[in-house]
């Protein structure tokens, strides 16, 4: 009984160690006949995709505008001439059209999208014209925002809502659907009130705010190529006429 319990564990033993070299040839084996095919296509994956074509509709990016690596566009977003949409937000027209309009600037983890329609008979589209500042992690949807206009940070635009020329929402305000802030005036709170008229200087000072953000983007969009390949045009360009690249 002792001598077949002995030769049982032996013969355990041996296919033990026998099984992993086994399945390690097996690995070898299927390795070397898979070959990488010359007419595979090499995608460069970062983890996420920038711009993201809906059906027939693609984002269209102007060619100094900046838009952040990490940012989404999805659908029918413009982003105009001057413009910038800073790190983390997320324009999403799926539904209806996005227009950022000249040197606008879409600040930290802003959230923009837009309706089919909107309840109160407005366009339901998300329009923002041009010297707009949008404060970080403000969430704008089917709304209107006129030129030189300021939405501070945290702030919330429902749909239908309207800000008129020279006006400014103060930080964690909430602008209910329909409601229009007039031109010349400040708002704040939740929902959104009248606190005073804005002073000349003041209005005169919404679109530097603009601007002086815009300029900042440009350290920054010198770091990222722009989204075009008219470079690429133009490296073939010099190639045909013998000019070293």
Known sequence: MASLLRVCRKALTST???QPLLWRGYAVESAAAIRESPDRVKWDYRGQ??????GQWLPKIAVDAYVAPNVVLAGQVTVGDGSSVWNGSVLRGDLNKITIGF???IQERCVIHAAWNSPTGLPAHTFIERYVTVGASSLLRSCTI????IVGQHSILMEGSLMETHSILEAGSVLPPGRRIPTGEL??????RFVRTLTHEETLEIPKLAVAINDLS???FSEFLPYSTAYLEVEKLKKSFGISI
């Not at 006129?146 to 206009?149: A, L």
């Not at 708002?187 to 959104?192: C, D, R």
Request: hydrophobic share 30%; net charge neutral; proline share 12%.
């Open 187 to 192: 708002w704040a709170g939740n929902p959104a």
């Open 49 to 54: 995709r920038r711009i993201i074509p809906l």
């Open 146 to 149: 006129e030129p030189e206009c």
């Open 218 to 220: 440009t350290s920054h």
């Open 103 to 105: 040197c606008c600037n």
């Open 16 to 18: 033990a160690t026998a």
